[in-house]
């Protein structure tokens, strides 16, 4: 990409013609928020835009910023949340925008997608690298061997076909024991240049590919670990437009969290026990078995104090990491398949050393001034049992993305739920962004509109935008609450919830999809209704949730019940889904500890915990819920919350201030009414 190139046409001019190329239909909404992202672009002014469901949001951030990496000859990062919008991104809409813009543009527009290593087949592990041993459950299980043997033998006949390596091409999937055999972490990679195969190294080929790219298409987890190493791992880039940023906390927490468990010890102790002296590793397995012991009897949840037996065996696990490494010394100059173990052992050394070091000074500071939650799991004698293990993740990731995210490159977060209690804000707040100047509103016109914020504000200069939905909300759909219910207890669903649900899928005819704060409420109700309702009910677990999800989209008389991915992944449109049952709001559990402790962080510094964290998250997962409802412009129907709390509580006003704007009632005879008549209507 060299050369000077003749101005280009504007944003308005590619986006009209791109619309008309893919047979689209150009919208308000659309229009709006890719003049918004323009504007941002060219001011480095950070945005966040609110485009609902129907917008066309993909290409009114696309347009925009293929048109600045075209005339710039740069890269503009695009991440997002879920494997199925990047594969609608990559596989769909840049492939049908590039041809489209072509002409315009004067060259065809290239883009690429970046995964973490991890995710990519490693060659030299394949051909000459180092098996991992098997886990000692698999030892005693000669099926599981075999399977993983057979799993094994497939990846290294997959390796001689695939052109990418990338795992999630590879269809069947395999199990996650079988793929570490044949894959490699950063920091347990050799490089490119010590490595063998590393000129057809299926990584570096996807990260030369994303250099040279005009849109790298990334996910949330490898955007934060571009954040949190010390190493570069997304190509250079003056532009990140974050999708579904509604979920970047959650995902950004989750990159940042880090374990420790007798497990993890023990593979440590395998890998490098053939290159060190074996009194120094056997040290190290040691304390592996001296924490499963001390986590036995730790109590599991949150803990806001290292218990003394437990601190004791976490130090002794770091001081023993750190005498294997160093007697696992430097990197040396050894045959590849030397250099590989001693890579994998460092690796998995470090990882222990390090987590252990980091559980330990998270109690260092007073419980006000934390940065770290850290909490124990394990339960051998539950049906399904887990393994002990120790886990540490950050308060907040606000400081985190406000310099290595905002501080590094203008930034666009998009998603149909951003503003909950018709503010920014509260997410901006998460995201390490101030206040913002004034509320968020409809706005009249483009981002440009609104006044920017004084010099005297602190931190990045940002916007928020909601541009809307095409969809008439108030006209086609009803939020029904149902008042006259008791609050939802601790012990499964009442007989009058249940007696509620019947009555609606009855009067629906079906066509309902039903979301449960549990899996325990969702196989409550559907054994339960089975027995008394003539239509069909599926529930999550009885097949894999996509083939679930087919199933009730092909019959419109079936209802589908389940709980948490089918709050955000179901698109259904059309008469299968007329009614959206929720049973309860979706609040994070009490003993959740990483929810519980930023609650209490709030508290500490005066401000309202609950409705900081609790009611946010309940407010975000309750927006996407309802959005299932509505997937087309023609969609009509019901959403049902059986939780009186949304009625009668001091929070619910946020709430439903965080809903898209559908017609409210609480009267069931209303809402009984309304789904006959979509029942009635309906082809059959």
């Known amino acids: 990409m060299t050369g000077a190139r003749s101005e280009l046409p504007s944003v308005r001019e590619l986006l009209t013609h791109a619309v008309a190329a893919v047979g689209g239909t150009e919208r308000d909404g659309q229009v709006r928020m890719a003049d918004a992202v323009d504007h941002a672009i060219r001011t480095g002014e950070h945005l966040a835009v609110q485009a609902g469901t129907g917008t066309g949001k993909s290409l009114a951030y696309l347009v925009p910023a293929i048109r600045h990496a075209v005339e710039s000859e740069t890269t503009v990062v695009v991440s997002t949340a879920t494997i199925a919008l990047q594969r609608q991104l990559v596989d769909r809409d840049l492939p049908r925008l590039a041809k489209a813009l072509k002409k315009p543009l004067g060259a065809e527009p290239t883009f690429a997608i970046l995964k973490g290593r991890r995710n990519y087949l490693c060659l030299h592990r394949v051909h000459t690298g180092v098996e991992d041993e098997p886990e000692d459950t698999a030892l005693f299980d000669q099926f599981a061997v075999s399977r993983l043997g057979r799993e094994v033998k497939r990846l290294h006949e997959w390796s001689s076909d695939t052109e990418t390596g990338d795992r999630d091409e590879l269809v069947p999937g395999v199990s996650e024991q079988a793929w570490r055999q044949v894959s490699v972490t950063a920091k347990e990679c050799l490089g490119a240049g010590r490595c063998p195969v590393g000129d057809d190294c299926f990584a570096e080929v996807a990260r030369g590919e994303a250099g040279r790219a005009n849109i790298v298409v990334t996910n949330h987890a490898l955007l934060a670990i571009d954040a949190l190493q010390e190493y570069q791992v997304l190509p250079d880039h003056d532009v990140t437009i974050i999708d579904e940023a509604h979920e970047l906390v959650d995902r950004v927490t989750s990159a940042a969290t880090a374990d420790l468990s007798p497990a993890m010890i023990s593979t440590a102790t395998r890998r490098c026990a053939r290159l060190i002296d074996a009194d120094i590793a056997d040290r190290l397995l040691e304390t592996g078995e001296g924490l499963s012991l001390m986590l036995e009897d730790a109590p599991v949840g949150r803990l806001d104090t290292l218990p003394e037996a437990l601190g004791a065996a976490v130090v002794a696990v770091r001081d023993a990491a750190h005498a294997c490494l160093t007697a696992l010394g430097s990197d040396r100059r050894e045959d590849p398949e030397e250099a590989t173990k001693r890579k994998l052992a460092r690796s998995a050394l470090d990882d222990v050393h390090d987590t252990a070091v980091r559980l330990l000074e998270a109690f260092d500071e007073d419980l006000a001034d934390r940065k770290d939650v850290v909490w124990s799991t394990g339960d051998r004698y539950s049906a399904n049992p887990r393994p002990p293990a120790l886990h540490v993740a950050p308060l907040g990731v606000g400081g985190l993305l406000r310099e290595r995210v905002f501080g590094t490159s203008t930034t666009v977060l998009t998603s149909a739920t951003l503003a909950l209690g018709g503010t920014f804000d509260t997410l901006a707040r998460q995201w390490g962004l101030p206040p913002s100047p004034e509320r968020a509103e409809k706005a009249a016109g483009t981002a440009t509109d609104k006044a920017p914020p004084s010099d005297t504000d602190t931190g990045p200069r940002w916007t928020g935008l909601d541009v809307g939905s095409p969809f008439d909300y108030r006209r086609n759909g009803i939020l029904y609450v149902a008042k006259h219910l008791p609050p939802p207890g601790r012990d499964g ?32 109700a559907t054994e339960e209704l089975r027995e008394r309702l003539g239509h069909p009910i599926l529930c999550q677990g009885d097949d894999s949730t996509s083939l679930l999800v087919n199933k009730f989209a092909e019959d419109t008389r079936t209802c589908l019940f ?80 059986l939780d009186s709390r949304l009625a009668t509580a001091r929070y619910g006003g946020f709430l439903r201030a965080s809903l898209p704007p559908l017609w409210p009632t609480q009267r069931p005879d209303v809402v009984r009414d309304a789904l006959r008549r979509l029942d009635a209507a309906a082809p059959a």
Do not use: C, Y
């Open 493 to 524: 669903l009442g007989e009058a919830t249940l007696d509620e649900i019947a009555e609606l899928i009855e009067a629906a005819g079906g066509r309902t999809l039903g979301l449960f704060s549990s899996m325990r409420a969702a196989k409550q």
């Open 562 to 641: 389940g709980t948490l991915s089918l709050w955000q992944g179901v698109d259904v449109p059309g008469p299968s889904l007329s009614l959206v049952i929720v049973d309860r709001l979706p609040f994070p559990r009490p003993d959740d500890p990483v929810a519980s402790a930023r609650q209490r962080a709030v508290e500490a510094r005066g401000g309202n915990g609950f409705l900081t964290v609790a009611a946010t998250h309940a407010a975000l997962l309750l927006a996407q819920g309802v959005g299932r409802l509505h997937r087309s412009t023609s969609d009509r129907g019901v959403v049902a919350v």
